[in-house]
């Protein structure tokens, strides 16, 4: 039967998803320095923002292009770049500055094999721990991922809006195949799609305080030209914004920085699952090896093996509350990524030796199939 | 540039923040007509008749600290 | 008398500079010129990235962004970019802006976008402990080139004209009156302006080289500072040792926020 394409499907990469996600969240500016598998998604936005009203800036290098995203969101745009595992590197201190600033802004990262220039064209998955550790310092972390360039459309808006309602900077991972692939993706109509703005303060800018501790943890930045003056610094501060080496403002600031994530960590965390209520062994994947293992589950349910998927669509937090559940059901997990145990570690620290922790790793820049999970499984059980 | 330059007759009222005044001796050095001397690490004005209002030692003080009326 | 309260975050005083420090004395020069020119602090942002001088704005009640070290410029192109009509002044330093943040230095430059970049040279890195600096003399000691810099320096005025700034100039702390009228200019040019402005270190750069007392310095840039009308008179001998203030390069260049406007002008027309 010939498909019928309306107005809202497309044909597109993951990065075009990216892209179009995007400017479906509200993002008016990007930052960005083109680096392979990502450069796609500046590509798109160079043709489309200066027609929508948004500004697009190709910087000097990865570390200019996260500043200039940062400097513009305290505008009050919407802002975003788009990297690999080299330029993600470049940007941590800066990303750095987003989290201990409260910045909002989106950092996509379509993940390369690493270490260093690595595999270029290639996926990998070797970016998930660098993703909740590759600044100095310690802070709360939103990471979120995507399986198919329609995954990368919804959750680049839900990156947007994870952003602003947290004030903090959010990182999409997301790896090569997906990026690369072509496919299907169906466009809502952009006037349906709920949008997260960051609060606004509605006290006057005499009584005003931009980093007011509140219940929520979150705080109230005005946008730079709108009559709060105010400070913002990367060092740590207090309320005001101005620089303290007050141990207690200090400890405060930092302790806020990681609770309102951890606090808000339920509203935040999120996963998919796939006939694990009768499981007795569990496949935990996510990004591009998360499609091998649904079609690996169907495949070994028929052959009668009880295998279930659980697949996180936010690997930061990290649903240790989750897992640990599934641990006391389940025989074993196996945790099949594109890297050598990032997430498998996580996975066995939260399972608290409830079950077995079979690892499936890969790093030869091909992708895991799902016969090799088959085969794995088979192997474990 | 115009140093020294004349100013209005009426006699000049210069004050110092001593909390802000970091003892620099800028304001002192400079005077074109040797208003200012140091006392205890600090500025002390020690001829204000002599005062012709130039402003230098306000404009070249870093620390807020002096101001000419 | 000046009223500098109204500009100023009186509870952060006194600042941190150390005593004859001349970014006190820049800071002034900026608010008087910032109170000339008429700007309206509501749509002022004030970018600095790490070191004595970006300490700055967090004195200067305006919208003040201290960054990390080196990228002002980046942070500040983002802000222009995504408001082209708030008024941004960087305040940078002669390692923030010139070493570690040299591409975006250079990149801003050649972009043109309106920034005003007010370069303090303390010829050091002043606020890690003097260690040499991009613009340290050759043969001047520095914490890191105990036995005197075996490097050259930095022309950093020229550096930003090579690149494509359109306005360039220097100025020092000595001369305060001037360095307020450049600060004028500087702001008012449309394009990148870059005033490199001589604030020499006395407590990291001084002490290690023969001028260690603030007055010292002020007489070193008193007698060593020449404005360009007398430079052009001078012969080369004269020249030695000397150093050229004043406006070095002042041109039109097409400036990044207008032909940002202009592509998306035309966009609209051929649709």
């Not at chain 1, 994870?162 to 809502?188: F, N, Q, S, W």
């Amino acid at each position: 039967m010939p498909v019928k394409i309306s107005d809202k499907i497309r044909m597109m990469t993951g990065n075009e998803a990216c892209a179009e996600g995007a400017i479906a969240a509200g993002c008016l500016f990007f930052g960005g320095y083109p680096i392979t598998p990502s450069s796609e998604i500046a590509e798109y936005l160079s043709r489309r923002f200066p027609i929508i009203g948004g500004k697009f800036i190709q910087m000097e290098d990865e570390i200019g292009a996260m500043g200039s995203v940062i400097g513009a969101a305290l505008t009050g745009m919407k802002a975003m770049t788009a990297t690999s595992g080299p330029g993600f590197s470049l940007k941590q201190e800066n990303i750095g500055y987003a989290s201990m600033a409260e910045v909002p802004c989106v950092i996509i990262d379509v993940q390369r094999g690493g270490p260093s220039t690595g595999m270029p064209t290639l996926p990998a998955q070797m970016d998930v721990q660098q993703a909740r550790w590759g600044t100095h310092g310690d802070r709360g972390v939103i990471a979120l991922t995507a399986s198919s360039a329609q995954e990368t459309f919804e959750q680049t808006i839900h990156a947007f809006n994870l952003a602003e309602r947290y004030m903090t900077p959010v990182v999409l991972l997301i790896d090569e195949i997906t990026g690369h692939t072509t496919e299907k993706v169906t466009l809502p109509d952009y006037d349906s799609i709920e949008r997260v703005d960051r609060k606004r303060p509605t006290e006057p800018p005499e009584t005003y305080l931009p980093y007011k501790y509140t219940d929520d943890c979150i705080p109230t930045l005005a946008p730079f030209g709108t009559g709060y003056r105010y400070n913002v610094t990367g060092l740590c501060h207090n309320e005001t914004g101005f620089p303290t080496n007050d141990p207690k403002e200090i400890e405060r600031l930092i302790l806020r920085l990681t609770e309102k994530i951890v606090k808000n960590r339920h509203e935040i965390i999120n996963c998919k699952r796939t006939m694990l209520d009768d499981a007795e062994i569990a496949i935990f994947a996510y990004g591009s090896v998360a499609r091998s293992a649904r079609q690996a589950v169907l495949q070994l349910r028929e052959e009668g093996i009880k295998a279930g998927l659980l697949e996180p669509t936010v690997l930061w937090p990290f649903p240790s509350e989750i897992v640990l559940k599934i641990a006391e059901q389940v025989d074993s997990f196996l945790v099949a990524e594109m890297n050598l145990g990032q997430m498998a570690r996580e996975v066995e620290l939260a399972s608290k030796c409830k079950a077995s922790i079979h690892r499936l790793n890969r790093v030869d820049g091909s992708p895991i199939s799902p016969p090799q999970i088959v085969g794995k499984i088979k192997e474990v059980v | 540039m115009a140093e020294g330059a004349p100013a209005s007759k009426k006699p000049a009222i210069i004050r110092v923040k001593l909390e802000w005044c970091k003892g620099c001796e800028i304001c002192v050095t400079f005077c074109p007509k040797n208003v200012l001397e140091m006392e205890g690490g600090k500025v002390k004005v020690a001829r204000v008749e002599d005062c012709t209002k130039c402003m230098l030692c306000e404009l070249r003080c870093p620390d807020f600290a002096i101001t000419v009326e | 008398m000046f009223d500098y309260l109204p500009y100023i975050r009186e509870w952060n005083f006194p600042h941190i500079w150390c005593s004859g420090c001349g970014d006190g004395i820049v800071l002034k020069a900026l608010i008087r010129a910032t109170d000339g020119l008429g700007i309206h602090r509501d749509e002022a942002v004030m970018v600095s990235g790490i070191g004595c001088s970006s300490r700055t704005p967090g004195y200067v009640d305006v919208n003040t962004l201290h960054t990390t070290h080196g990228r002002a410029l980046a942070f500040a192109t983002g802000v222009k970019h995504a408001s082209p009509n708030l008024n941004v002044i960087v305040v940078t330093g002669d390692g923030d802006a010139t070493a570690i943040g040299g591409n975006h230095y250079i990149h801003a430059a050649r972009r043109n976008i309106d920034i005003t970049v007010l370069l303090y040279n303390n010829y050091i890195y002043g606020m890690t402990g003097g260690q040499v600096s991009p613009t340290t003399r050759k043969g001047d000691r520095a914490s890191t080139a105990p036995f005197g810099s075996i490097e050259p320096p930095f022309n950093i005025s020229g550096l930003a004209k090579a690149a494509g700034a359109s306005f360039v100039a220097r100025g020092d702390v000595y001369n305060v009156k001037k360095l307020e009228k450049l600060i004028k200019l500087a702001i008012q040019k449309k394009g990148f302006s870059l005033l490199e402005i001589l604030s020499p270190c006395p407590t990291a750069w001084g002490r290690r080289n023969k001028m260690g007392h603030p007055v010292q310095l002020m007489e070193w840039l008193r007698d060593s500072t020449v404005s360009m009308e007398k430079w052009e008179k001078m012969t080369d001998e004269e020249r030695e040792g000397k150093i050229r203030t004043g406006v070095l390069h002042d041109v039109a260049r097409p400036e990044f926020t207008d032909e940002y406007a202009k592509l998306v002008k035309r966009l609209k027309a051929e649709k």
